[in-house]
Every structure is written in structure tokens, then in C-alpha cells.
């Protein structure tokens, strides 16, 4: 089409780019309680895509296409599992090391304004160590983010835990909105635009080609993997049904406020391009995110009203708080488990792993969890008693 001067490492970037997907909308719509399973998928797989991408992109970065042979692709998958562990051991370390500061030193404990002072902190330093090593910040921030609340939380008092909810809503409905101002403000970049007005045919084709090759791109691994799947569930209730798969395609076609970020970090010189193709490709992106946006996520309520009807009640202002907070993932019986009546499976044998691998995986994490890390790091059952330490409250209230 005579964009301009691409090359491949564009046309590369461009996939890691617009690997970036934007579920929001699906999750304000889907019902946790009525569609557990759904709502897992599409939150899981959301969470996780961002960081993927953007690490992604920086192994792209670093790729040599000029020379291309064997030893530069394994030398790509190295690199790219080499920011994806180790931004998941730091976000990992850091929240370990929170858990066992507030469990453990008197510094960090009886007191509201250090515990939520230490967890956020701890958090935000997990994200600045993560940039300074050049790895993914945001990756790191997750894992952190997930050790936290399955040790640090329950190691604080119950007033902190109520702040930290709340601080950390408050937050990220900020940072949300700011995210969104951020990318109406560069739909209105005037210089990016002045440069591929003078070809508006073609920068409308290469939006529609991009946006097109978005819902291919989707469609082209959500049927064939929800197949593979089906395969190797037994009972009907663990399929993922059509209609399931259609709510997933759909949710994964949304770009948000990362593609635009990747787009200008590669299109950009300080946020500024007089190249022609460059130009293209940053309006490109801001068109395809502001279409999908708005045209999908107005239509994803209605959509979704009409393959899943059960889960299209109204969704309240203030969201719900993740069940994970309350109910840690692949805690022991008497955590989690013993609240929703959840059976666990015990295996007794390599065929047990091999037929049922995510029960007897989760069998093993929870005998490692409650011998070696609980009692260590704290959580749920595992704190000591003490003035003022969260299990004083369970204590009188037992009493």
C-alpha cells in the first residue's frame, strides 16, 4: 500500500502491539456468580495479556533481522522466557518479602497507616526494580499483586485490610480514567494526523486491514484451543460451550490504552514523528482503538444478553471485591475450601496426575502451602495472636 518505510521488525511490532487486548467491558457485564468459569477465562486471560505483550514487544526489540537463522530464533524464545520468569520471580520475591515484614517485625504490624503504607509501597517497589532491570513492570506488579493477597492480607489488621480495599478501588478507577482521557487526547493529536491527511483513503485502509486482521487473529486461536479443551474434558459441566466461545472471541477484540503506548514507544521520538508510515501507523492504532471500543463495547451488553441471558443482570456501581480477597486461590481446607464445600481430590497414583492434573497440582501446592509457606509468610490461620493482629477480633469474637 506505500506507507512508508517498514520493515519486518514493524510489521512484527505491530502484531505485539495490537496483542494487547481490553476485556473490560465483557468483565463489567459477565456475572462472576452465575458464570464462575467464563468469568475466569476471560479475567485470567486478560490480566495476563497486557504483560505478555509488552514483553513481547521488548524481546522484538532486541531481535536481529538481519541475520536470521536458528541460533537467532532460540536466542529470541530465550530471551522472551528470560523477561517472562524473571519478572514473575521478582513480582513473586516482593510480595513474599511484604508478607514476612509485616508478619514479622514490629515496625510493620498493630498499625494501620504502616501496614497499608508497607503493602503499597512493597508493591510499587516491586514495579521500579522491575524498570530498572528492564523487565516488565507490569508483570511484576501481578505476581506481586497475587502473593499479597494470599499472605500479606490476612498478616494485616482488619481496619487495613478494609482501607486497602478500598484504597486500591479508588486507585485503579483513577488510573482507569486516566488512561481513557490519555487516549482521547491522542485521537486529537493534530500532528500525527496532519501528516496522513494527505492520504486518508489509505489510512482508513490500513485501519480496516488492522481491525479485520484483529478479528481473524482472535478468531484463529480461541475455536481451534476452546476444541483442544473440550477434548480433554470428560464432563459436560467443564466444556466451554459455543455460545462461551463467542463471549470470549468478542471479549479479546477491544484494544485499549497499551497498543496506543506500544504504538507511540515505536512509531515515536518523545512522542513526536514527521515519517509518513509512522504517522499511518500511530493513526491506524488510535482509529482501531477507538473504534473497538466504542462500536464493540456498546454492543458487548446487548450481546451477551443474547447468547448467556442468565448472566446479563444489571451491574451495580460499586464493584464487587475480587474473591480472592476473601477466599484465596488453592488455599487448605480450612480456608477457602471449607467455605465453598469444594471436594479435593487426593491422588493416589501417576494415573491420577495424569487424568486429573490441575486437582492433583492444586492437592500438592496446598500440602507445600500449609507445611512450608503459611507458616512462614503468615495467611489465613497462620498468624499469631497478639494486641492488635487480626486474629485478636476472631479470638474474643470464638469466646
Same mark, same amino acid.
Given at each position: 500500500?506505500?506507507?512508508?518505510?517498514?520493515?519486518?521488525?514493524?510489521?512484527?511490532?505491530?502484531?505485539?502491539?495490537?496483542?494487547?487486548? @481490553?476485556?473490560?467491558?465483557? *468483565?463489567?457485564? /459477565?456475572?462472576?456468580?452465575?458464570?464462575? $468459569? +467464563?468469568? #475466569?477465562?476471560?479475567? &485470567?486471560?486478560?490480566?495476563?495479556?497486557?504483560?505478555?505483550?509488552?514483553?513481547?514487544?521488548?524481546?522484538?526489540?532486541?531481535?536481529?533481522?538481519?541475520?536470521? @537463522?536458528?541460533?537467532?530464533? *532460540?536466542?529470541? /524464545?530465550?530471551?522472551?522466557?528470560?523477561? $517472562? +520468569?524473571? #519478572?514473575?520471580?521478582? &513480582?513473586?520475591?516482593?510480595?513474599?518479602?511484604?508478607?514476612?515484614?509485616?508478619?514479622?517485625?514490629?515496625?510493620?504490624?498493630?498499625?494501620?497507616?504502616?501496614?497499608?503504607?508497607?503493602?503499597? *509501597?512493597?508493591?510499587?517497589?516491586?514495579?521500579?526494580?522491575?524498570? +530498572?532491570?528492564?523487565?516488565?513492570?507490569?508483570?511484576?506488579?501481578?505476581?506481586?499483586?497475587?502473593?499479597?493477597?494470599?499472605?500479606?492480607?490476612?498478616?494485616?489488621?482488619?481496619?487495613?485490610?478494609?482501607?486497602?480495599?478500598?484504597?486500591?478501588?479508588?486507585?485503579?478507577?483513577?488510573?482507569?480514567?486516566? +488512561?481513557?482521557?490519555?487516549?482521547?487526547?491522542?485521537?486529537?493529536?493534530?500532528?500525527?494526523?496532519?501528516?496522513?491527511?494527505?492520504?486518508?483513503?489509505?489510512?482508513?485502509?490500513?485501519?480496516?486491514?488492522?481491525?479485520?486482521?484483529?478479528?481473524?487473529?482472535?478468531?484463529?486461536?480461541?475455536?481451534?484451543?476452546?476444541?483442544?479443551?473440550?477434548?480433554?474434558?470428560?464432563?459436560?459441566?467443564?466444556?466451554?460451550?459455543?455460545?462461551?466461545?463467542?463471549?470470549?472471541?468478542?471479549?479479546?477484540?477491544?484494544?485499549?490504552?497499551?497498543?496506543?503506548?506500544?504504538?507511540?514507544?515505536?512509531?515515536?521520538?518523545?512522542?513526536?514523528?514527521?515519517?509518513?508510515?509512522?504517522?499511518?501507523?500511530?493513526?491506524?492504532?488510535?482509529?482501531?482503538?477507538?473504534?473497538?471500543?466504542?462500536?464493540?463495547?456498546?454492543?458487548?451488553?446487548?450481546?451477551?444478553?443474547?447468547?448467556?441471558?442468565?448472566?446479563?443482570?444489571?451491574?451495580?456501581?460499586?464493584?464487587?471485591?475480587?474473591?480472592?480477597?476473601?477466599?484465596?486461590?488453592?488455599?487448605?481446607?480450612?480456608?477457602?475450601?471449607?467455605?465453598?464445600?469444594?471436594?479435593?481430590?487426593?491422588?493416589?497414583?501417576?494415573?491420577?496426575?495424569?487424568?486429573?492434573?490441575?486437582?492433583?497440582?492444586?492437592?500438592?501446592?496446598?500440602?507445600?502451602?500449609?507445611?512450608?509457606?503459611?507458616?512462614?509468610?503468615?495467611?489465613?490461620?497462620?498468624?499469631?495472636?497478639?494486641?492488635?493482629?487480626?486474629?485478636?477480633?476472631?479470638?474474643?469474637?470464638?469466646?
Amino acid at each position: 500500500m506505500n506507507i512508508g518505510a517498514l520493515d519486518v521488525g514493524d510489521f512484527l511490532a505491530i502484531g505485539a502491539i495490537f496483542s494487547a487486548t @481490553d476485556s473490560v467491558c465483557t *468483565l463489567q457485564v /459477565l456475572n462472576q456468580d452465575e458464570t464462575p $468459569f +467464563l468469568y #475466569s477465562l476471560v479475567f &485470567g486471560e486478560g490480566v495476563v495479556n497486557d504483560a505478555t505483550s509488552i514483553v513481547l514487544f521488548n524481546a522484538l526489540q532486541n531481535l536481529d533481522l538481519d541475520h536470521i @537463522d536458528a541460533g537467532v530464533v *532460540l536466542k529470541f /524464545l530465550g530471551n522472551f522466557f528470560y523477561l $517472562f +520468569l524473571s #519478572s514473575t520471580f521478582l &513480582g513473586v520475591f516482593a510480595g513474599l518479602l511484604s508478607a514476612y515484614i509485616i508478619k514479622k517485625l514490629y515496625i510493620g504490624r498493630h498499625s494501620t497507616d504502616r501496614e497499608v503504607a508497607l503493602m503499597m *509501597l512493597m508493591a510499587y517497589l516491586s514495579y521500579m526494580l522491575a524498570e +530498572l532491570l528492564d523487565l516488565s513492570g507490569i508483570l511484576t506488579v501481578f505476581f506481586c499483586g497475587i502473593v499479597m493477597s494470599h499472605y500479606t492480607w490476612h498478616n494485616v489488621t482488619e481496619s487495613s485490610r478494609v482501607t486497602t480495599k478500598h484504597a486500591f478501588a479508588t486507585l485503579s478507577f483513577i488510573a482507569e480514567t486516566f +488512561l481513557f482521557l490519555y487516549v482521547g487526547m491522542d485521537a486529537l493529536d493534530i500532528e500525527k494526523w496532519e501528516f496522513a491527511s494527505d492520504s486518508p483513503g489509505k489510512s482508513i485502509g490500513v485501519s480496516s486491514i488492522l481491525l479485520g486482521l484483529v478479528l481473524v487473529g482472535r478468531a484463529a486461536f480461541v475455536f481451534p484451543l476452546s476444541f483442544l479443551s473440550n477434548l480433554t474434558k470428560k464432563a459436560p459441566y467443564e466444556k466451554i460451550t459455543w455460545r462461551q466461545q463467542i463471549v470470549i472471541w468478542w471479549a479479546g477484540l477491544m484494544r485499549g490504552a497499551v497498543s496506543i503506548a506500544l504504538a507511540y514507544n515505536k512509531f515515536t521520538r518523545s512522542g513526536h514523528t514527521q515519517l509518513h508510515g509512522n504517522a499511518i501507523m500511530i493513526t491506524s492504532t488510535i482509529t482501531v482503538v477507538l473504534f473497538s471500543t466504542m462500536v464493540f463495547g456498546m454492543m458487548t451488553k446487548p450481546l451477551i444478553r443474547l447468547l448467556l441471558p442468565a448472566s446479563s443482570n444489571p451491574v451495580t456501581s460499586e464493584p464487587s471485591s475480587p474473591k480472592s480477597l476473601h477466599s484465596p486461590l488453592l488455599t487448605s481446607l480450612q480456608g477457602s475450601d471449607l467455605e465453598t464445600g469444594a471436594h479435593i481430590v487426593r491422588p493416589s497414583s501417576l494415573r491420577m496426575l495424569l487424568t486429573k492434573p490441575t486437582h492433583t497440582v492444586h492437592y500438592y501446592w496446598r500440602k507445600f502451602d500449609d507445611a512450608l509457606m503459611r507458616p512462614m509468610f503468615g495467611g489465613r490461620g497462620f498468624v499469631p495472636f497478639s494486641p492488635g493482629s487480626p486474629t485478636e477480633q476472631s479470638v474474643h469474637g470464638g469466646q
